[in-house]
């Protein structure tokens, strides 16, 4: 099983990115996928989850209005839209999928539920 992130880069600050996360062996329709991030010294932060027939996402307070977690379960790939960039967004970014029909929030930002995780791809924000 493979969850492969692409679309990281460095931007500058108020810039866009769509990070793509594609999954191969598993059929995500059965899965809540979600995205994590980690910045340096820091412990890995839930950004956004989208359940698995993409009525619903959540967000983390930082990122709400400026995020859109979506999905194409047809491509079999989850997506993370990021509007206005700030520097504190700089972070590897993971996409996790957690095997779930529910959309239970208490669990799914936590790290625990998830059964896949991605490699990583790195977004750098800096002028």
């Known amino acids: 099983v493979q969850l492969v992130e692409s679309g990281g880069g460095l931007v500058q600050p108020g810039d866009s990115l769509t990070l793509s996360c594609a999954a191969s062996?598993?059929?995500?329709?059965?899965?809540?996928m979600s995205w994590f991030r980690q910045a340096p010294g820091r412990e890995r932060a839930f950004v956004a989850a989208?359940?698995?027939?993409?009525?619903?996402?959540y967000y983390a307070d930082s990122v709400k209005g400026r995020f859109t977690a979506s999905r194409d379960n047809t491509n079999n790939t989850a997506y993370l839209h990021m509007n206005t960039l700030e520097s504190e967004d700089t972070a590897v970014y993971y996409c996790?999928?957690?095997?779930?029909?529910?959309?239970?929030?208490?669990?799914?930002?936590?790290?625990?539920?998830?059964?896949?995780w991605g490699q990583g791809t790195q977004v750098t924000v800096s002028s």
């Open positions: 996790a999928a957690a095997r779930t029909w529910n959309f239970d929030i208490d669990f799914l930002t936590t790290t625990s539920p998830y059964d896949y």
């Open positions: 062996v598993i059929n995500i329709v059965v899965y809540a």
């Open positions: 989208v359940r698995w027939n993409g009525r619903d996402t």
